[in-house]
């Protein structure tokens, strides 16, 4: 298996980033607070079962004092964890945690966690110890529930849990405030929206009095289901009904429940109501405001929103940074970005682990000078970061340079050497896996994490969608997806990435019932989302449908960018509809975005269609009044348009101003050149393209030897045979698109006959025909019916065109048998294979 496979094999030449991380390994046990539970528990639940590291501290110094005091202790800490998991009876194990428990409230957590130890093999039988716990006293009965209770919360049984809550309602006792809020928790994690209902409404008949952690508890919960209304109603009752007045954390968990699903501008109205409430913001408020306004590309509006935070009094903190580089970063304004980053720097903050990911996305994707600054910090401020976070780093740093096997060592060794690991680190290799298609290494490193008690992210699972999507898996996906939705995770982004890559395999129906999916399950489109449709939409010319989304988009309050103008103005090009175009440039023009060289490029090919060049000519100069400089697709697609209008010299015209300007001809200017040349007839022209070609350096493809294939056959027979002679001595290498040249060649010049039995050959040896090779034979086969006799021409061509079918046969067969010997075999992970929801379940 790969990841095994790099954690074996012998490390290569050192790397500084290796060495980085062995200084952050030497320092790592005393980068976070020690947990009296982990010495008492199996390896195996060390980093699934912890105490809060809030609870500790009074944990630790009662076990201390204890230990001191009561020989007791020590056997009762050797009955419920010493020796293997049946090294003593489970009822002894049970009444041992229990006296544990009883000794201190501050070791009731404790006791708790020593018990979710044994879970879920000993839950039938913890159950019937606590409720067959009938010698004592009555308290000591109810704190045999209370434990069991407790330590089913623990061990996330909320089935369990749900049973003994029964029986301590039953017994007469009141459950704690603490205890019932860790239920609702898990009860929404797992789904069971009514079962938290009900246990809300037991405790408004039976008590205790919901307090302010539950209302959030119900709060979070419902926002976390995408249920927005019945949170917002629950908002309303609790202080009329209930006399429990909600502070900035209610109003926090409703305004991010409502940016994640698409309500931007409802999260806007509950900030100006939580402040005219008397209830002041607080930063958490305003990273969550300023990240909305970023993720909608908002980011003048997002700028301003967090230069209001000074005026009222609230620091910003890394978070709010972090928000606010990553919003310049995606939209590829890494100047403004590195600005932000220097500013936080100078407020004295110290950037985290993300704050240098985000750099280095940015970096590595526009190309910029920030990637040198965050190499640096890495290297000066390892002091400043945790090694979780340091270890996120490197790891990130290294996918980023292609180095997958290096960070999966990093990874493994600190797992085995005990340093603390995050969700972001696996994270950052799960997307490095699936963007290179290794969609078994990414599930692999999923079930490694849900080994290690690591709680999947959203971006987890976004980046296992994307990999399988990459593939043109999208039933897994859907899969992956539909988990996703039954676990109550937030899925905007996820849903976006499964709608574009519908929309790219050409599916529209899957696309559509995704769009349909997202309004069913309560999920606003955000502006990505909306960006993604539009974009699909056009893609497959549904032009009125794409138009109607858009103007749907508008009047929602998204303001489109260039990239979803641009998306619609090219379909109306497309379709013909330039008088629509044209007048959704100027509508763009006052909407306040700035029509760039991509938009100007969709124009003037709109128009090179329709053959009106002298709007063209209008159009660049206009293009270039607005500070544009015309890049290479421009002048190659006014130089085609008049190269297929038959005017040579305005062709020529504009192949000069592109050399004048300073813009460098690609293969594909070659390309047009020469396939005008060789439809007028001037093969030595053509011919001296070819050698310009090679003279700048610039390597013809396909397409180059195909056009030049084509004029050759219809040239006059001396200079072809020289320039065949050419083209083989520069490895011509033929693909399926020649065989049509040539065949249909054969059919022109009246050799049908020899047309069909090249065919036959080709399909003997399994070569795959296209459309047009089809219509080809097809071709042949009727002038063959019309003139059976029509194979007497002039021989010479005939031989020379089975010369070329010749070499142009032996030279694709060559190439099918090389690869033949060395085909790859794929024996490893399967999703599709394999059951996808018992993958995505072991967590």
Known sequence: MRLLAAAARQPNTPHPLLAALRRLLSTATSSYCYDPTAQFLHPDHRRVLSLPASLRHDALLALARLLKTSPQCHLALHAVSGGSPYSSPLAARFAAASRLSASASALRPFAAILLAALLPAASADLLSWSSSSSSGCARARHGALRLALHAFLAAGMAAEALHV???????????????????????????????????????????????????????????????????????????????????????????????????????????????????????????????VLCHEGRMVEARKLFDEMAQVGIKANTITFNVLIDGYAKTGRMDEASTAYKEMIVRGLVPDSCTFNILAAGAYKFGHNAAQLLVHDCGMSGSHISAAEGLDVLVCRLCWDGRLDDAWELLHGAIEQGVPVSVAGFNALIAAYSKEGLHEAAFQLYRIMNKLGLAPSTHTFNYLIMGLCHQGRLDEAQLVLEHMVSKGYCLSTSFTIYLDASFREGDAVRALKCWDDMEKIGLRSDFIAFSAYVNGLCRLDYVNEAYQAFFEMTTRGLVPNNITYNSIISAFCRAGNMAEALKLQKQMRQSGLVPDVYTSNILIDGLCREGNLNMVDSLLLDMCSNGLIPDTVTYNTIINAYCRAKDMNGAMNFMNKMFAAGCEPDIFTYNIWMHSLCSNHMLNQAGKVLDELAARGCAPNSVTYNTLMDGICSDVLDRAMILTGRLIKMAFQPNTITLNVFLSHFCKQGFGKRALMWAEKLREDSFVFDDATRNIIDWAQREMENDPQASKEDIDRCLFLEFLMFMTYETMHNSRSSKATHVPTDEGFDPAGSNMMTILDTG
């Open 165 to 291: 809550l029964a029986r301590v309602r039953r017994s007469g006792n009141t459950p704690s405030l603490s205890a019932l809020a860790a239920l609702l928790r898990l009860l929404f994690r797992g789904g069971e929206v009514r079962a938290a209902w009900n246990v809300f409404e037991e405790m408004a008949a039976r008590g205790p009095r919901p307090s302010l952690a539950i209302f959030n508890a119900m709060l979070l919960g419902f926002c976390h289901r995408g249920m927005l209304r019945l949170a917002s109603g629950l908002l309303g009752v609790m202080e009329n009904k209930f006399g429990v007045v909600p502070d900035a954390c209610s109003y926090n968990i409703l305004i991010k429940g409502h940016c994640v699903f698409g309500w931007s501008g409802d999260a806007f109205k509950l900030f100006e109501e939580m402040c005219t409430s008397g209830r002041d913001p607080t930063v958490v408020t305003y990273n969550i405001l300023v990240d």
